[in-house]
């Protein structure tokens, strides 16, 4: 909340700085409607290096990742820890280097704690690393939902001993 008010102030301070300031109106008001653009998008990155878990809705998980380890908090949260396997960033924001596990709280679902609890199931049957969630959206009586199915990853491909 504290970022989010810091933000207001540099854009209120900006603004009356650019405002106070002589010279054209024109660039003036092309200024006034660039920093909130600006801003917006630091903000944006701000969120992505305040550290785990990440503070997102259904929609920021990536659509495809490696399912580690998951925590309820009925009815309340829902923490999934997970290696990332598709996603998108913004300009600024942090990059993860490959096979870097994220952590995200989810708000409370039933569906949700389901799939958790089968996707936990799952990794004790098959090892760590060899669960993976995929979200899917559906439109159910004129609404979008989002619900995550577990799957078993195939086994990796590897090269055959000896050759070089």
Same mark, same amino acid.
């Given at each position: 909340?504290?970022? #989010?008010?810091?933000?207001? /102030?540099? *854009? $209120?301070?900006?603004?009356?700085?650019?405002? %106070?300031? &002589?010279? %054209?109106?024109? @660039?003036? $008001?092309?200024? @006034?409607?660039?920093?909130?653009?600006?801003?917006?998008?630091?903000?944006?990155?701000?969120?992505?290096?305040?550290?785990?878990?990440?503070? #997102?809705?259904?929609?920021?998980?990536?659509?495809?990742?490696? *399912? /580690?380890?998951?925590?309820?908090? !009925?009815?309340?949260?829902?923490?999934?820890?997970? @290696?990332?396997?598709?996603?998108?960033? =913004?300009?600024?924001?942090?990059?993860?280097?490959?096979?870097?596990? &994220?952590?995200?709280?989810?708000?409370?679902?039933?569906? /949700?704690?389901?799939?958790? !609890?089968?996707?936990?199931?799952?990794?004790?049957?098959?090892?760590?690393?060899?669960?993976? @969630?995929?979200?899917?959206?559906?439109?159910?009586? =004129?609404? &979008? #939902?989002?619900?995550?199915?577990?799957?078993?990853?195939?086994?990796?491909?590897?090269?055959?001993?000896?050759?070089?």
């Amino acid at each position: 909340m504290s970022v #989010t008010i810091l933000f207001v /102030l540099l *854009f $209120a301070l900006a603004v009356w700085s650019i405002i %106070h300031v &002589r010279g %054209h109106w024109g @660039i003036k $008001a092309v200024m @006034i409607l660039a920093i909130p653009v600006v801003l917006w998008v630091m903000y944006g990155a701000v969120n992505s290096y305040r550290g785990y878990p990440k503070h #997102t809705g259904l929609n920021g998980v990536p659509s495809q990742v490696v *399912f /580690l380890s998951c925590l309820v908090e !009925e009815p309340k949260d829902i923490y999934l820890w997970a @290696i990332p396997l598709s996603g998108s960033h =913004g300009v600024l924001d942090y990059r993860p280097k490959h096979g870097e596990p &994220r952590s995200y709280r989810l708000p409370y679902s039933r569906s /949700l704690h389901k799939a958790c !609890e089968t996707a936990d199931k799952q990794v004790q049957q098959s090892g760590v690393g060899s669960v993976g @969630i995929r979200r899917k959206q559906a439109k159910k009586r =004129g609404h &979008r #939902t989002t619900t995550f199915i577990p799957y078993i990853l195939p086994p990796p491909h590897l090269p055959p001993k000896g050759h070089s």
